[in-house]
Protein backbone atom coordinates (compact mmCIF):
# COMPACT_ATOMS: atom_id res chain seq x y z
CA UNK A 1 0.00 0.00 0.00
CA UNK A 2 1.41 3.38 -1.19
CA UNK A 3 0.92 6.55 0.87
CA UNK A 4 -1.41 8.44 -1.61
CA UNK A 5 -3.57 5.09 -0.58
CA UNK A 6 -2.95 5.89 3.12
CA UNK A 7 -3.71 9.68 2.75
CA UNK A 8 -7.31 8.68 0.93
CA UNK A 9 -8.17 6.18 3.59
CA UNK A 10 -7.13 8.59 5.99
CA UNK A 11 -9.90 11.20 4.27
CA UNK A 12 -12.83 8.71 4.53
CA UNK A 13 -11.88 8.19 7.97
CA UNK A 14 -12.28 11.95 8.89
CA UNK A 15 -15.50 11.94 6.30
CA UNK A 16 -16.62 9.14 8.60
CA UNK A 17 -16.09 10.42 11.64
CA UNK A 18 -17.26 13.94 10.48
CA UNK A 19 -20.47 12.24 9.37
CA UNK A 20 -21.02 10.51 12.60
CA UNK A 21 -20.59 13.77 14.62
CA UNK A 22 -23.35 15.82 12.32
CA UNK A 23 -25.77 12.90 13.11
CA UNK A 24 -25.11 12.95 16.47
CA UNK A 25 -25.84 16.64 16.54
CA UNK A 26 -29.28 16.12 14.51
CA UNK A 27 -30.37 13.58 16.79
CA UNK A 28 -29.43 15.56 19.87
CA UNK A 29 -31.60 18.74 18.23
CA UNK A 30 -34.66 16.70 17.55
CA UNK A 31 -34.28 15.22 20.94
CA UNK A 32 -34.44 18.41 22.57
CA UNK A 33 -37.27 19.60 20.20
CA UNK A 34 -39.73 16.30 21.11
CA UNK A 35 -39.07 17.04 24.11
CA UNK A 36 -40.23 21.06 23.65
CA UNK A 37 -43.39 19.68 22.31
CA UNK A 38 -44.00 17.77 24.84
CA UNK A 39 -44.16 20.50 27.23
CA UNK A 40 -46.19 23.16 24.74
CA UNK A 41 -43.19 24.78 23.21
CA UNK A 42 -44.56 24.48 19.57
CA UNK A 43 -41.73 26.95 18.22
CA UNK A 44 -42.37 29.79 15.98
CA UNK A 45 -43.29 33.75 16.56
CA UNK A 46 -44.54 33.61 19.80
CA UNK A 47 -48.41 35.73 20.03
CA UNK A 48 -48.71 39.30 20.60
CA UNK A 49 -51.14 39.09 23.43
CA UNK A 50 -52.94 36.16 24.87
CA UNK A 51 -56.13 37.36 23.71
CA UNK A 52 -56.46 36.86 19.51
CA UNK A 53 -59.12 39.36 17.74
CA UNK A 54 -60.82 37.23 15.92
CA UNK A 55 -64.46 39.13 15.25
CA UNK A 56 -64.84 41.51 12.68
CA UNK A 57 -67.14 44.65 12.41
CA UNK A 58 -67.83 45.93 8.54
CA UNK A 59 -69.48 49.52 8.56
CA UNK A 60 -70.87 51.77 6.05
CA UNK A 61 -69.45 55.43 6.23
CA UNK A 62 -69.83 58.50 4.34
CA UNK A 63 -66.29 59.86 2.89
CA UNK A 64 -66.76 62.43 5.21
CA UNK A 65 -66.57 59.86 8.20
CA UNK A 66 -63.98 58.16 6.72
CA UNK A 67 -62.17 61.09 6.03
CA UNK A 68 -62.69 62.26 9.65
CA UNK A 69 -61.68 58.97 11.30
CA UNK A 70 -58.51 58.73 8.80
CA UNK A 71 -57.03 61.91 9.99
CA UNK A 72 -58.13 61.28 13.54
CA UNK A 73 -56.42 58.65 13.68
CA UNK A 74 -53.02 60.13 11.88
CA UNK A 75 -52.99 62.78 14.27
CA UNK A 76 -52.96 60.45 16.91
CA UNK A 77 -50.07 57.72 15.35
CA UNK A 78 -52.79 54.88 15.19
CA UNK A 79 -54.02 52.82 12.98
CA UNK A 80 -57.79 53.11 12.02
CA UNK A 81 -58.00 49.78 14.12
CA UNK A 82 -56.35 50.64 17.17
CA UNK A 83 -57.96 54.22 16.86
CA UNK A 84 -61.65 52.95 16.58
CA UNK A 85 -61.05 50.19 19.64
CA UNK A 86 -59.74 52.68 21.50
CA UNK A 87 -62.98 55.25 20.41
CA UNK A 88 -65.53 52.47 20.68
CA UNK A 89 -63.77 50.98 24.30
CA UNK A 90 -63.68 55.46 25.61
CA UNK A 91 -60.28 55.50 26.40
CA UNK A 92 -58.51 58.54 25.84
CA UNK A 93 -56.79 59.16 22.92
CA UNK A 94 -53.70 61.84 23.12
CA UNK A 95 -52.85 64.18 20.34
CA UNK A 96 -49.26 64.81 19.55
CA UNK A 97 -50.03 68.24 20.59
CA UNK A 98 -51.05 66.82 24.20
CA UNK A 99 -48.47 64.32 24.30
CA UNK A 100 -45.72 67.07 23.96
CA UNK A 101 -47.29 69.58 26.28
CA UNK A 102 -47.48 66.14 28.66
CA UNK A 103 -43.62 65.26 27.94
CA UNK A 104 -42.61 68.99 28.88
CA UNK A 105 -44.72 69.00 32.22
CA UNK A 106 -42.70 65.92 32.92
CA UNK A 107 -39.80 67.61 32.52
CA UNK A 108 -41.23 70.67 34.56
CA UNK A 109 -41.81 67.67 37.36
CA UNK A 110 -37.84 66.97 37.34
CA UNK A 111 -36.84 70.37 36.97
CA UNK A 112 -39.07 70.63 40.19
CA UNK A 113 -37.50 67.78 41.85
CA UNK A 114 -33.83 69.16 41.41
CA UNK A 115 -34.79 72.21 43.21
CA UNK A 116 -36.44 70.68 46.17
CA UNK A 117 -32.97 69.07 46.17
CA UNK A 118 -30.49 71.69 46.05
CA UNK A 119 -32.58 72.95 49.33
CA UNK A 120 -33.21 69.43 51.18
CA UNK A 121 -30.42 70.08 53.64
CA UNK A 122 -30.55 73.68 54.46
CA UNK A 123 -32.80 74.46 57.53
CA UNK A 124 -33.86 78.31 56.41
CA UNK A 125 -35.40 76.74 52.58
CA UNK A 126 -36.49 73.60 54.10
CA UNK A 127 -40.10 74.62 53.86
CA UNK A 128 -39.56 75.83 50.44
CA UNK A 129 -38.16 71.86 49.75
CA UNK A 130 -41.20 70.64 50.91
CA UNK A 131 -43.33 73.35 48.74
CA UNK A 132 -41.37 72.36 45.59
CA UNK A 133 -41.52 68.77 46.29
CA UNK A 134 -45.53 68.59 46.73
CA UNK A 135 -45.57 70.51 43.79
CA UNK A 136 -44.05 67.79 41.89
CA UNK A 137 -45.77 65.03 43.61
CA UNK A 138 -49.14 66.99 42.25
CA UNK A 139 -47.87 67.13 38.73
CA UNK A 140 -46.84 63.17 38.93
CA UNK A 141 -50.17 61.99 39.95
CA UNK A 142 -51.81 64.11 37.35
CA UNK A 143 -49.59 62.81 34.42
CA UNK A 144 -50.06 58.84 36.25
CA UNK A 145 -53.93 59.80 35.96
CA UNK A 146 -53.83 60.60 32.29
CA UNK A 147 -51.94 57.90 31.29
CA UNK A 148 -54.37 55.60 32.85
CA UNK A 149 -56.66 56.75 31.34
CA UNK A 150 -55.20 56.22 28.08
CA UNK A 151 -53.45 53.46 28.02
CA UNK A 152 -49.86 54.60 26.74
CA UNK A 153 -46.62 55.72 28.49
CA UNK A 154 -46.24 59.55 28.14
CA UNK A 155 -42.50 59.81 29.07
Not at 78 to 87: A, G, H, I, K, P
Not at 141 to 150: A, H, P, R, V
Amino acid sequence: MNNRDSDNNTWWINQSRQSQEREKQYQEAKRRAEIARKNGALGGRKPVNKEARIHHLNILLTNDEYKAIKENSKKTNLTMSEYLRRVGQNVHIFSETELAILKQLYEYRNHFIRIANMYHNREDLATISILVRDTAETIKNYIYDLQSKGNKRLY
